[in-house]
């Protein structure tokens, strides 16, 4: 982590990779203490929910986490890492047990006494309603100094996004709190239900930029002055490592500073390991005002509780892949380029 900092990091987004994904085409949840807690006939055994392991063990890893970081760095929690308990009350669209509201108070009183940030990650569109009450709730109760310790993850992705995003403006605006913006394409492709999300890419990509853009130039749907509403206070944070969405958006951010034009506050982040091209590109933009301030974001745990996440990184890496090839051919071409127009100049051609 010092490391990253001294290339020029701003800081480090930590994760504990604990979660149950579930998979729409078998109806099936696979991941965190699933089996351990679920007696033969699949009912979750009355001492287990009383208080429970797995949220404990959630609870410690994710504390352990805070631990690990310094100020102004953040942690990213996967709260289907905490069990079937947890993820039952998802399911029915329901706050968790009052055993992991306990817990993410303890977690968020103990980042913020650091001045650690919290990404609440958005997961399988089926637990997604229950994660989304529960990041409301913390918003609504530790975003009040003006600024957000704890962020809700949007999935331009998904169709019904920009709705989910209008209610939660107006819930920030009526109940005057910081919405904590985390805005990504959507990782759950493989296994989320594809009537939900975008028929294409280009739809995605079009429904990232136009958040991104929206929030920056505080104008989303009836909120801000072209709509009816007023805007409220937002923190963006661009997760993305497509280079295109990242750098308008950083340029048009920039334009407004300068210009005078109002705002709001953004950071950028890319996985360790993956796009670090991208992130190198962001930091090279920066011409001595510290902006764009960007973010790396590292998940550990076991081999076994990080298999989910690899896996979606090796589908993603397909694109990924396809991306260095574009690289590496555009590099190849500006170099015979370049040796061309030298070799144009010498005397004897
Ligand atoms: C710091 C960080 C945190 C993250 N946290 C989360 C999180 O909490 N939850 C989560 O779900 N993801 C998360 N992600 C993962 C992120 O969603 C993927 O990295 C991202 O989807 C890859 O897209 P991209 O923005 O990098 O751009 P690109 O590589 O340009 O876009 C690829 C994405 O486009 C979308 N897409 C591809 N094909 C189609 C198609 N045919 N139709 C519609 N859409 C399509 C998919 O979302 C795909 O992943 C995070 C990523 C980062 C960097």
Redesign the pocket.
């Given at each position: 982590m010092r490391e990253m900092k001294e290339m020029g990091f701003r800081g480090m987004?930590l994760?504990y990779a604990a979660e149950t994904v579930f998979d729409h085409s078998t109806q099936a949840q696979n991941g965190q203490g699933i089996a351990a807690l679920k007696s033969e006939n699949g009912d979750v055994s009355v001492e287990a929910s009383v208080h429970c392991p797995s949220i404990e063990a959630w609870r410690e890893g994710t504390v352990e986490t805070i631990y690990m970081t310094e100020a102004e760095d953040y942690i990213?929690v996967?709260l289907t890492g905490a069990g079937a308990n947890v993820t039952e009350a998802f399911t029915a669209g329901e706050l968790p047990p009052q055993q992991m509201m306990d817990a993410l108070h303890e977690v968020c009183t103990k980042a913020k006494d650091r001045k650690v940030r919290i990404?609440?990650?958005?997961?399988s569109q089926h637990f997604q309603k229950g994660i989304s009450r529960v990041a409301v709730e913390l918003m609504r109760k530790y975003n009040r100094d003006g600024y957000a310790t704890i962020y809700n993850?949007y999935?331009?992705?998904l169709k019904n996004t920009p709705a989910t995003l209008a209610n939660h403006l107006a819930l920030a605006n009526e109940d005057g709190f910081t919405l904590g913006l985390?805005l990504?394409?959507?990782?759950?492709?493989a296994t989320d239900e594809r009537s939900l999300?975008?028929?294409?890419?280009?739809?995605?990509?079009n429904a990232?930029n136009m958040i991104a853009q929206g929030a920056l130039t505080k104008n989303i749907g009836e909120f801000g002055d072209k709509g009816t509403r007023d805007f409220p206070s937002v923190n963006l944070?661009l997760?993305?490592?497509?280079k295109?969405?990242?750098v308008t958006a950083h340029e048009l951010h920039k334009h407004r500073v300068m210009s005078g034009l109002p705002t709001v506050p953004v950071r950028f982040?890319?996985?360790h390991g993956?796009?670090d091209e991208?992130s190198f590109s962001l930091l090279q933009m920066n011409d001595g005002d510290g902006t764009p301030e960007v973010?790396?974001?590292s998940t550990w745990g076991g081999m076994g509780e990080c298999l989910a996440y690899l896996l979606?990184?090796a589908?993603?890496n397909r694109?990924?892949v396809l991306?260095t090839d574009n690289e590496y051919r555009a590099l190849k071409k500006e170099v015979l380029r370049r040796v061309k127009s030298v070799l144009s100049l010498s005397p004897s051609s």
């Open positions: 987004i994760t990213a996967k990404l609440i990650d958005a997961e993850t999935q331009a992705y985390k990504v394409r959507g990782a759950y492709m999300i975008h028929d294409t890419k280009e739809d995605t990509d990232y944070f997760a993305s490592h497509n295109e969405s990242v982040a890319q996985l993956m796009s991208v973010y790396k974001c979606r990184r589908i993603e694109d990924a991306r």
